[in-house]
């Protein structure tokens, strides 16, 4: 018979023969300690049948010590069986998945931090994901130099050159160009915005610029260019 523990509900396989008796027996969980009364089940004729199985059944759940003598009642440690081991096993097969979870996850955010700059490249409004978590990618343009700058004006208007130079050990996408006209005074007057001259500087390389400004601002005397979107 199956008797149910009902505190914890642990169930356990008893043995009809260890709880025979006009009183019954008091049993204990062993799970959680808590005691009741069982009472005996019904006697009921042994069939041939019922021998022959009663003869080739174990019955390890339940160990019923001698009732001593004069005492009616007696106290019965009952073991944990199946049930309560396939919960643990289920409750600890659900905290591994979640802990791979985890560290899935945790391994997908690393790669996107330390890849940041590529993943930047690729889609642009990821720098104000980057920035709201304060993970800034690099710079734009990290890695070149704009240099050389040369202004020459022509009857046609003005004519603005210069170098990218890649200063890295490693290939750089070289991103537009922003070049602004300024007064003396170092204020903006005039500004446009230029592809480079090429998609991808290899290290060390030099890429030359060149880009006309046909009405310039008579008031504009110096130059400034750098990296844009």
């Given at each position: ?37 069982q009472k005996a089940p019904p006697e009921l ?92 990618g690099e710079p734009l343009g990290a890695g ?25 050990k490693t290939a750089r996408d070289i991103p ?54």
């Amino acid at each position: 018979m199956i008797l149910s523990c009902a505190v914890c509900h642990t169930r356990y396989l008893v043995g009809e023969e260890a709880l025979r008796g006009r009183a019954g027996r008091t049993v204990r969980c062993a799970n959680c300690g808590h005691t009741w009364h069982q009472k005996a089940p019904p006697e009921l004729p042994v069939t041939d049948d019922r021998a022959k199985s009663a003869a080739a059944r174990i019955e390890p759940a339940l160990e019923v010590p001698p009732r001593p003598a004069g005492v009616h009642v007696s106290t019965v440690e009952v073991s944990p069986r199946g049930p309560s081991l396939r919960r643990r096993r289920r409750r600890w097969g659900a905290i591994r998945w979640l802990l791979l979870a985890v560290l899935l996850a945790l391994a997908i955010l690393a790669g996107l931090m330390l890849a940041r700059s590529a993943v930047v490249a690729i889609w642009p409004p990821a720098a104000q994901l980057y920035a709201l978590v304060g993970a800034q990618g690099e710079p734009l343009g990290a890695g070149l130099k704009i240099d050389k700058l040369t202004p020459t004006r022509t009857s046609d208007g003005l004519i603005i050159e210069g170098d990218i130079t890649n200063t890295g050990k490693t290939a750089r996408d070289i991103p537009r160009l922003r070049v602004a006209l300024r007064d003396g005074g170092e204020k903006e007057v005039q500004f446009k915005v230029i592809d480079p001259p090429q998609p991808r500087l290899s290290p060390g390389a030099v890429a030359h610029f060149k880009t006309p400004f046909e009405h310039p601002y008579d008031v504009a005397t110096g130059v400034v260019v750098t990296f844009s979107r």
